[in-house]
């Protein structure tokens, strides 16, 4: 199966500091991919990377095949819209100006569907994420955290994107909200098929929504895997800190 997306030797300096050494990863349709590491482990900017927010200074990173740095600029028009940033902080994502429909809205003009679907397209991207059409009438300012997410991610699939960069988009969340909005997560992934680059600092978050593994440590890839065997048997002693460190997640 062709991967959704892959980086082969991926690496990024900022003058003598190399913050991402050298790293290989892929991610197949419907499958999720947990980046993990402490602060300074390089997963973030990895994902301004994966976003193209970053040039890398040697490797390359494809989508589809298509690599993402060699794009004309039509042709990374037409990519953007296949890969969507889930944030970590979704009140400052959206506009605190405009309601929660007129934020869709504002999505769903930049992707060219015709005003008169506007209303019921943003009810569908509600229902998907677990929200009545009722919050188009909401400010973000509104909404809890959890209920800020959920609309944080209904504005990320109104393209029916194929791949999620979530940047620790469920860190700002109490734990019992997490589990929630990371099950959601998981029911769009059935229904979409979209594949998912999930950075965290949370090996619980990781055990709840990734199938494969990739541990950071100062820039370099020290463990990677399939999830489950990854955490039932870590062979690098960073890895087994972190597992040692991880927070009880109930789901």
């Not at 506009?95 to 679907?117: C, I, S």
């Not at 009810?123 to 677990?130: I, K, N, P, R, T």
């Not at 944080?152 to 997490?178: F, N, T």
């Amino acid at each position: 199966m062709t991967a959704v997306l892959r980086g082969v030797g991926v690496t990024k300096r900022f003058g003598g500091f190399t913050a991402v050494d050298d790293v290989d990863f892929a991610i197949e349709p419907g499958r999720t991919l947990g980046v993990v590491g402490e602060s300074g482990s390089g997963k973030s900017t990895l994902g301004r990377i994966v976003m193209r927010l970053l040039t890398p200074d040697a490797g390359s990173v494809t989508l589809d095949g298509h690599n993402l740095f060699s794009m004309s600029r039509s042709t990374l028009r037409l990519a953007r819209r296949m890969f969507q940033l889930v944030p970590q902080d979704p009140r400052n994502a959206l506009n605190p100006a405009m309601t929660v429909g007129e934020n869709l809205a504002f999505q769903l003009r930049a992707q060219g569907v015709p005003r008169n679907e506007w209303r019921a397209r943003s009810a569908d991207l509600l229902e998907m994420v677990s929200l009545t059409a009722d919050y188009t009438h909401a400010y973000p300012h509104e909404l809890s955290g959890g209920q800020a997410q959920r609309v944080a991610i209904g504005r990320a699939i109104a393209s029916r994107p194929r791949l999620l960069v979530c940047d620790e988009a469920v860190s700002a969340l109490d734990k019992s909200v997490q589990a929630q909005v990371l099950n959601t997560f998981a029911d769009l992934q059935k229904q979409l098929g979209v594949a998912m680059f999930f950075i965290t600092h949370d090996l619980a978050v990781v055990e709840h929504i990734a199938d494969d593994l990739l541990v950071l440590n100062r820039g370099r890839v020290v463990e990677s895997g399939e999830t489950h065997s990854v955490l039932a048997a870590p062979a690098d002693p960073y890895t087994q800190e972190l597992l040692a460190a991880r927070s009880v997640m109930h789901a």
